[in-house]
């Protein structure tokens, strides 16, 4: 019996993506330096006050030799004081909580605290504490303007607890330093697991210069079509992206706008590098304007600059092969996938030509641009059909 084998071929996807943004970065203006506990023994969140934290990566120096400092992910270093002994989860220390598995530094003098010495520009920082006896003893540490935890009962058997302070009022107090104590009965304690958010002290310029027409290309995940910009993509001459805004800026936004229309933007920016999402679909092709303004810590207007993107859609749409045959007369399925085989008696005409899915357009047109045919007679006959698809943007 003569049978028809098709085989379907489609073009890759091109991979780019774009943005859009809106940031408002806020600060309370009471304390100077706030504490906060309340994840416990939880994993880290991802923020800490309105900062958004950066984990340090992992210490490639041997285990067990003692050090002085970390190496900071946004530059510089920490400094310990005394030295710690440098231990890993598994590997000279026995537990820790929520899972972690990384790097932790011991103080195994039981009477003595640890300073943390912090680099320059530093507004958050974050960092685990767990006793070398297992059982439960207090932990306390205080930042250099006197904010204190508080003595914080805390479990050497998996039971490392978090201590985060973050700068509320940076033009009136900066964090330097913390200084961590524990119980003496505790024989020690290790600290680690450490997260920061940093200003840049080596960006303080107020001459704001927006960049003009950026562009910026749509993401090219399927059926979301979305933009995302970062302040860096905006401001013209920035540098050391992730340290942040300068020291003395207190917050920034960035305004997106169709004509007089605001763009909504999915998320606050705290640093420079930070990115923001939107929905791009109703812009597609569109120059929008943006906006840039610094405040100082009085709230009060530094400077602002405007300038331009424009969304372009360069994603290709991805055609899926899984086509279906079904009897003609009942609807059933009776075959899906990239090869069809069907009897000669059939028209080939019956294979439904496949769909195809894209970022931003619904339904992207497919067409057969190539077909050939192998074989004759009463055997088997391959038949290839190649299909295109293009999106509303000529992708």
């Given at each position: 019996?003569?049978?028809?084998?098709?085989?379907?071929?489609?073009?890759?996807?091109?991979?780019?993506?774009?943005?859009?943004?809106?940031?408002?970065?806020?600060?309370?203006?009471?304390?100077?330096?706030?504490?906060?506990?309340?994840?416990?023994?939880?994993?880290?969140?991802?923020?800490?006050?309105?900062?958004?934290?950066?984990?340090?990566?992992?210490?490639?120096?041997?285990?067990?030799?003692?050090?002085?400092n970390?190496?900071?992910?946004?530059?510089?270093?920490?400094?310990?004081?005394?030295?710690?002994?440098?231990?890993?989860?598994?590997?000279?220390?026995?537990?820790?909580?929520?899972?972690?598995?990384?790097?932790?530094?011991?103080?195994?003098?039981?009477?003595?605290s640890?300073?943390?010495?912090?680099?320059?520009?530093?507004?958050?920082?974050?960092?685990y504490?767990?006793?070398?006896?297992?059982?439960?003893?207090?932990?306390?540490?205080?930042?250099?303007?006197?904010?204190?935890?508080?003595?914080?009962?805390?479990?050497?058997?998996?039971?490392?607890?978090?201590?985060?302070?973050?700068?509320?009022?940076?033009?009136?107090?900066?964090?330097t330093?913390?200084?961590?104590?524990?119980?003496?009965?505790?024989?020690?304690?290790?600290?680690?697991?450490?997260?920061?958010?940093?200003?840049?002290?080596?960006?303080?310029?107020?001459?704001?210069?927006?960049?003009?027409?950026?562009?910026?290309?749509?993401t090219?995940?399927?059926?979301?079509?979305?933009?995302?910009?970062?302040?860096?993509?905006?401001?013209?001459?920035?540098?050391?992206?992730?340290?942040?805004?300068?020291?003395?800026?207190?917050?920034?936004?960035?305004?997106v706008?169709?004509?007089?229309r605001?763009?909504?933007?999915?998320?606050?920016?705290?640093?420079?590098?930070?990115?923001t999402?939107?929905?791009?679909?109703?812009?597609?092709?569109?120059?929008?304007?943006?906006?840039?303004?610094?405040?100082?810590?009085?709230?009060?207007?530094?400077?602002s600059?405007?300038?331009?993107?424009?969304?372009?859609?360069?994603?290709?749409?991805?055609?899926?092969?899984?086509?279906?045959?079904?009897?003609?007369?009942?609807?059933?399925l009776?075959?899906?996938?990239?090869?069809?085989?069907?009897?000669?008696?059939?028209?080939?005409?019956?294979?439904?030509?496949?769909?195809?899915?894209?970022?931003?357009?619904?339904?992207?047109?497919?067409?057969?641009?190539?077909?050939?045919?192998?074989?004759?007679?009463?055997?088997?006959?391959?038949?290839?059909?190649?299909?295109?698809?293009?999106?509303?943007?000529?992708?």
């Amino acid at each position: 019996m003569k049978h028809l084998n098709f085989t379907f071929l489609h073009p890759m996807k091109l991979l780019l993506s774009l943005g859009l943004l809106l940031s408002t970065l806020g600060l309370g203006l009471n304390a100077q330096v706030a504490f906060d506990g309340s994840p416990g023994t939880a994993a880290p969140p991802s923020t800490l006050g309105i900062y958004t934290m950066t984990a340090f990566d992992a210490d490639p120096r041997p285990l067990f030799q003692n050090v002085s400092n970390a190496e900071s992910p946004l530059g510089g270093t920490i400094g310990l004081v005394p030295s710690l002994n440098h231990r890993r989860i598994g590997n000279g220390w026995a537990s820790w909580s929520h899972g972690y598995t990384g790097d932790v530094y011991f103080n195994s003098d039981a009477n003595a605290s640890v300073t943390i010495n912090l680099p320059a520009g530093t507004r958050a920082f974050y960092f685990y504490a767990e006793p070398e006896a297992f059982a439960t003893f207090t932990v306390e540490a205080v930042a250099n303007n006197g904010t204190t935890s508080g003595p914080i009962n805390t479990n050497g058997l998996a039971g490392a607890n978090y201590f985060g302070f973050y700068v509320t009022q940076p033009g009136a107090a900066v964090l330097t330093q913390i200084v961590i104590t524990a119980d003496p009965a505790a024989n020690g304690f290790a600290i680690g697991e450490f997260g920061i958010a940093a200003c840049n002290p080596a960006y303080t310029t107020h001459a704001l210069a927006c960049n003009d027409n950026v562009q910026l290309s749509i993401t090219p995940d399927l059926n979301i079509c979305q933009a995302a910009v970062t302040l860096d993509m905006i401001l013209e001459g920035t540098s050391d992206a992730n340290r942040g805004l300068p020291c003395d800026v207190q917050y920034a936004t960035l305004e997106v706008k169709s004509g007089n229309r605001l763009v909504h933007l999915s998320n606050p920016l705290t640093y420079l590098d930070q990115e923001t999402h939107f929905d791009a679909s109703a812009y597609l092709g569109r120059t929008l304007t943006t906006k840039v303004t610094y405040y100082d810590f009085n709230g009060g207007i530094i400077n602002s600059c405007w300038g331009s993107i424009t969304l372009e859609d360069k994603a290709r749409p991805v055609i899926n092969c899984e086509v279906e045959y079904r009897d003609p007369k009942t609807g059933a399925l009776l075959q899906q996938g990239d090869v069809i085989t069907i009897d000669c008696t059939v028209d080939p005409d019956l294979i439904a030509a496949p769909i195809a899915e894209d970022n931003c357009d619904p339904f992207p047109n497919v067409n057969l641009i190539d077909e050939t045919v192998v074989g004759n007679g009463c055997g088997v006959v391959t038949i290839t059909r190649t299909f295109r698809a293009t999106d509303n943007s000529g992708n």
